[in-house]
């Protein structure tokens, strides 16, 4: 059997997600948001049970756990993590940039230095 359940322990939330052959635990800060995220999780298993069901490939809870996301407690969260990885990966590809015009200086002297040395 499936089972999700929110935990609090020595000031943070846990979460478990029994998902029968495997156990997925997660923290989380709030109640509020450790809530979000069961009830976030339960609508998802139960959507993809509906759709695996159902004969015209509809489920009726996909508006729930659309609305889940756009709560005003979640979105900013999403967000910001998002935001944070993409400017961590911008500042890792403009270093990898940086070091490949470096090879590229570098490979053009090398060159300028060997046609030199060759004539």
Not at 1 to 22: D, I, S
Not at 86 to 99: A, P, Q, R, S, V
């Amino acid at each position: 059997m499936h089972k999700v359940e929110a935990v609090q322990k020595k000031g943070c939330y846990k979460l478990f997600f029994n998902l029968g052959e495997r156990i997925f635990k997660l923290r989380c800060t709030s109640g509020a948001l450790a809530n979000r995220w069961v009830e976030a999780v339960e609508t998802s298993m139960r959507t993809a049970k509906e759709l695996s069901n159902s004969k015209t490939n509809k489920s009726r809870n996909v508006r729930k756990l659309v609305g889940l996301h756009e709560k005003k407690e979640l979105r900013p969260l999403i967000e910001s993590k998002y935001d944070s990885l993409m400017k961590k990966n911008c500042e890792k590809t403009t270093e990898l940039i940086n070091c490949c015009k470096k090879i590229k200086e570098e490979l053009i002297i090398v060159i300028i230095i060997l046609t030199h040395n060759s004539s």
